[in-house]
């Protein structure tokens, strides 16, 4: 896995705020559940 510094340096135009920003979504993301139906409805 990537650190923040080899992620910045081959993303240029990406500030460090922009990882943290990326990863408190990702956190936040997964905490909301998501209902799928196992159905074969094509709705």
Known sequence: ME???E???DYPRLERE???Q???YAAWRSE???VRS???CNC
């Open 32 to 34: 909301e559940s998501e």
């Open 7 to 9: 992620i910045l340096a």
């Open 3 to 5: 650190d923040n510094e």
């Open 18 to 20: 922009d990882i943290l």
């Open 38 to 40: 196992s159905g074969g």
């Open 22 to 24: 990326a990863l408190r």
